[in-house]
């Protein structure tokens, strides 16, 4: 989402290719359909016409029936799209689809060479690219190459740690891509509201909430995703944001939650757990007492 405000690009518009369609790739999948259909309001039968995912197989087309698991079936293209061209070769998918993103789940390392990421970029300002595949032996590309390959233009988020890279000059950090910095948030917004169930409507509320925080919006050679170090500050914008739409929904239970933005933060971080324990004194154990020494209890201890 950060990646999209950097590239001035709507989630209506977007167009994104996934490479490996297992249940990491489908997954992903059906986010990125449902954020598209809740933030536009169409069915996510149209949405998913956004997403073109490649297997082994190559391109999931619909003729490939039964060999294609239920999750992906909703993905699968119709042939007649692909008539007379090479729906086997990632290649050549991106010089037809022309992606915003790229995404990578594959497990095969280098699969992402410079003719294909070069070829994304000819046709985007900032290619969109996430080798999510762990561990790091098996990433499609690497952060250094992806950032050489297109002159600094890509942003870049990864599924393993990766040290930041210097090009031109300057050093781009590179953003791990997990849920560690949303989770917190939009557990924290469900708790307090006390809401009904997770709609599809919080989750991208949510996300958006967590791209607002991102670093690259202020500085293009920064992480696309906050730090977790942050990530109790994040956590109260992500509950301020996913609290509004489960009111607005009518599935908070909660009575009386604060409208105000700020007065909602405020009513936030008041019941959130601070994690502040007793200072701790290191004591001789020849002059420590029972309860020091953790003895209080034992039969026959002094």
């Not at 999209?4 to 369609?21: A, C, N, P, Q, T």
């Not at 239920?70 to 729906?87: C, I, M, T, V, Y």
């Not at 995703?225 to 994040?234: C, G, S």
């Not at 109260?236 to 105000?260: F, Q, R």
Request: aromatic content about 4%.
């Amino acid at each position: 989402m950060a990646g999209l405000h950097v590239s001035k690009l709507e989630l209506k518009d977007m167009r994104v290719v996934i490479f490996g369609s297992g249940t990491a790739g489908t997954g992903i999948a059906d986010q990125v359909r449902d954020a598209i259909a809740t933030d536009s309001g169409i069915s996510k039968e149209d949405a998913a016409k956004q997403i073109w995912c490649i297997d082994k197989p190559g391109l999931l087309l619909k003729s490939q029936g039964d060999n294609l698991t239920p999750a992906q079936l909703a993905f699968a293209r119709a042939d007649s799209e692909w008539e007379g061209k090479n729906h086997g070769d990632l290649f050549e998918v991106i010089r037809q689809v022309k992606p915003h993103v790229l995404v990578g789940t594959s497990t095969k390392p280098g699969s992402f060479t410079r003719e294909i990421v070069t070829e994304m970029a000819s046709h985007v300002d900032h290619p969109i690219i996430f080798p999510l595949s762990n561990p790091t032996r098996l990433h499609e590309a690497s952060p250094e190459d992806l950032t050489k390959w297109t002159k600094g233009k890509a942003l870049i988020a990864t599924g393993s740690p990766f040290p930041p890279v210097k090009y031109d000059g300057k050093e781009k950090v590179i953003a791990e891509c997990n849920n560690s910095t949303c989770f917190p948030g939009i557990g924290l917004g469900c708790v307090l509201s006390q809401s009904k169930l997770l709609s599809d409507k919080m989750l991208v509320a949510a996300v958006k909430a967590l791209a607002a925080q991102s670093p690259v919006l202020r500085d293009l050679d920064s992480a696309l995703l906050p730090d977790v170090i942050d990530v109790r500050e994040i956590s109260v914008h992500i509950a301020t944001a996913v609290i509004k739409v489960s009111v607005e929904e009518g599935l908070a239970t909660v009575k009386d939650i604060p409208t105000d933005d700020a007065d909602l933060e405020e009513w936030i971080r008041e019941q959130m757990w601070d994690p502040v324990y007793r200072p701790l004194k290191l004591v001789d154990s020849a002059v420590a007492d029972r309860n020091a020494r953790g003895e209080m209890g034992v039969a026959g201890s002094k």
